[in-house]
């Protein structure tokens, strides 16, 4: 059973960084694109990035690209959100997916989150 633990939220000020990282387990890795998604109160849930199964496909949400990278760690089983002059609208809870690469069925982390204020 794939499982999903993110860490790295927390509070920024506006302009600052942050870098998440979603562990994975239960499975291979390898074969598993990943998400990241965030989910504002009151929101819906939305993808902020996608990285494929091999790297070298990236994608990224009109509000994001240009100030947040991911990317992925074979080594390490991790998938990474790095982002930078984050800003107020970018408080939500992030939550990482893995995608299976033939039935498309999303395994979820718990969600970590994420608040930008002065």
């Known amino acids: 059973q794939v499982q999903l633990v993110e860490s790295g939220g927390g509070l920024v000020q506006p302009g600052g960084s942050l870098r998440l990282s979603c562990a994975f387990s239960?499975?291979?890795?390898?074969?598993?694109?990943m998400a990241w998604y965030r989910q504002a109160p009151g929101d819906e849930r939305e993808l902020v990035a996608r990285i494929s199964s091999t790297g070298v496909t990236t994608n990224y949400a009109d509000s994001v690209r240009g100030r947040f990278t991911v990317s992925r760690d074979a080594a390490k089983n991790t998938a990474y959100l790095q982002m930078n002059n984050l800003k107020p609208e970018d408080a939500a809870v992030y939550y990482c997916?893995?995608?299976?690469?033939?039935?498309?069925?999303?395994?979820w982390g718990q969600g970590t989150q994420v608040t930008v204020s002065s």
């Open positions: 997916a893995a995608i299976h690469p033939i039935t498309n069925y999303d395994y």
């Open positions: 239960g499975s291979r890795f390898s074969i598993y694109a």
